[in-house]
């Protein structure tokens, strides 16, 4: 995580107060009695690198609610100390508040314990209660490989539950593997917590500019009216990363690329894009419309996607660039995991039919960067000799979050001589003034307040894995030679051809720079 990037200032406080005050949905309960945030698998990578930075973002800006203890759950014995030495990297405090970080230290305890004893969460519960006090509520967060989802989540509603206040509990994803893991796994669940005390968590949902598609769409006229079928060519919903695995490809091999970005990330962002009108922008209106949409996409198969697997560039100045994905020592020889897809998903309803949603996704390529992409459909009785170039409105996720859209417009001078430039808002520029909160403590603090808006429900999660486990199993069945392609290059060349039979049109020569300071 980037630590300059979780810097609050006051004018981005102010915004991020202003907003939780207009989402708290258990009105008062987080403000009464006291709270307690468990971080199980705290010894763990996520827990280092994610929830403890982002559990000090939120101390330090006095967005936790009062009275809030952390407790780090893991099987390594280990103190508080200990603990701190190992988040030293990422938890740091900058000049003038390092006795708030000691202070936030101090509120942290540490117990260790198996994950499937229930005297050791029995002795966890007798440590939570000799610091609570009042209504006591209890968030439990899973940073925890899935094999243990289910003992641990056992134990908790066996010896852990909050007796006065609420208890909430965030999963981490994977949900599951395929269809029937992950319908398993909510099954177990759901016997054991109700739905609303489920947080199942896919951080690209606390994104700024994910959570903006809702706000573009139904809140502006210009947008509204060509939406759709007879307006829209194609969209392109794509996730670029510029690395690869760097010696955590063992972890990697055993899900790909299409469970751990597209199946998720991704098809979230298409239903925010795609789904009708909510009634209203509560959490369950919204979820219903994504779960609609999401009934109306068929199933894939291998025809409708295009896998990659990097290989070095002997050129490339760093060594990683250099090193291909079989050369991870940690990745099994001759694996055929791929580490990028594209694949295009048609949604049968009234609004898209026949408009084909691209979804792109790969390690170890040109650029890192996140967007949503819908291109509009070519200008009918073209005027002007061929020079038009199609429309599209461009939402950035990350970096440098932005909308904007490309148009046509003339160039200074005596003739219609045609360029594109852009229609731009960078959030940096609007609100220049202020720091975007982080998406995970965005996340963490819904679950405080009790809105699930921004989590994903069992229902959901079913029919995300009903269209893509056939591909999935069929792809373990067979193992397909994924197509070689370089490190640092887009990708594929195979990729751009289908994105071109599918109606996107993409002609290289336009690069969006920013707004330019004045």
Request: proline letters at 5%.
């Amino acid at each position: 995580m980037d630590i300059d990037m979780l810097e609050g200032n006051p004018a981005g406080l102010k915004l991020l107060r202003e907003s939780l005050k207009k989402v708290q949905i258990t009105a008062g309960e987080s403000q009464e009695g006291s709270n307690v945030f468990v971080v199980f698998g705290a010894s763990g990578d996520l827990a280092k690198k994610k929830i403890y930075p982002t559990l000090w973002a939120l101390y330090r800006d006095n967005l936790l609610p009062k009275d809030t203890k952390i407790f780090g759950y893991a099987r390594s014995k280990m103190t508080v100390a200990q603990l701190r030495e190992k988040c030293v990297n990422t938890v740091k405090a900058k000049e003038g508040d390092e006795k708030l970080l000691d202070e936030f230290w101090s509120s942290n305890s540490y117990v260790a314990g198996s994950y499937d004893t229930k005297r050791d969460f029995e002795l966890l519960d007798q440590e939570m209660k000799s610091v609570e006090k009042g209504k006591n509520n209890r968030l439990f967060y899973l940073a925890l490989p899935p094999s243990v989802f289910k003992p641990v989540t056992s134990m908790l509603k066996e010896a852990c539950m909050a007796e006065k206040g609420w208890t909430r509990v965030i999963v981490e994803k994977p949900f599951g593997k395929d269809s029937d893991s992950s319908a398993d796994l909510s099954n177990h669940l759901q016997k054991l917590f109700k739905e609303d005390q489920l947080y199942r968590i896919d951080h690209y949902l606390g994104k700024e500019m994910v959570q903006n598609l809702i706000s573009l769409r139904f809140g502006n006229m210009i947008f509204g009216p060509t939406w759709n079928r007879d307006s829209i060519a194609s969209v392109v919903i794509s996730f670029k990363e510029p690395f690869g695995t760097q010696g955590r490809g063992g972890y990697f091999d055993e899900f790909g690329i299409i469970r751990d970005v597209m199946q998720n990330h991704l098809l979230q962002i298409l239903c925010l894009a795609a789904m009708e009108k909510p009634v209203t922008t509560s959490p369950d209106d919204i979820r219903d419309e994504k779960v609609k949409v999401l009934k109306a996409v068929e199933e894939l198969t291998m025809d409708d996607v295009v896998l990659g697997q990097y290989e070095g560039d002997p050129n490339h100045p760093e060594e990683d660039g250099r090193l291909g994905y079989l050369d991870d020592p940690t990745v099994p020889a001759g694996s055929t995991c791929p580490t990028f897809a594209a694949a295009v998903l048609k949604i049968k309803n009234e609004r898209w039919d026949g408009v084909p949603f691209i979804l792109r996704c790969g390690k170890a390529l040109n650029e890192r960067k996140a967007e949503v992409r819908i291109q509009y459909k070519d200008v009918p009785g073209d005027i002007f000799n061929g020079q038009t170039v199609r429309n599209e409105l461009v939402i950035r996720v990350q970096p440098n979050e932005s909308v904007y859209a490309k148009v046509m417009t003339k160039t200074p001078g005596m003739s219609f001589t045609l360029e594109e430039t852009e229609l731009d808002l960078t959030y940096n520029t609007r609100y220049k003034d202020a720091r975007l909160p982080e998406a995970y403590e965005r996340l963490i603090l819904d679950v405080f307040v009790g809105s699930q808006m921004h989590f994903v429900r069992s229902d959901e999660l079913a029919e995300a894995w009903r269209i893509f486990t056939p591909l999935l199993h069929k792809i373990e069945a067979d193992k397909p030679d994924p197509i070689k392609y370089k490190y640092g290059s887009r990708g594929p060349k195979e990729a751009d051809l289908m994105a071109e039979q599918n109606d996107f049109k993409y002609t290289g020569r336009y690069k969006w720079t920013g707004p330019n300071k004045l």
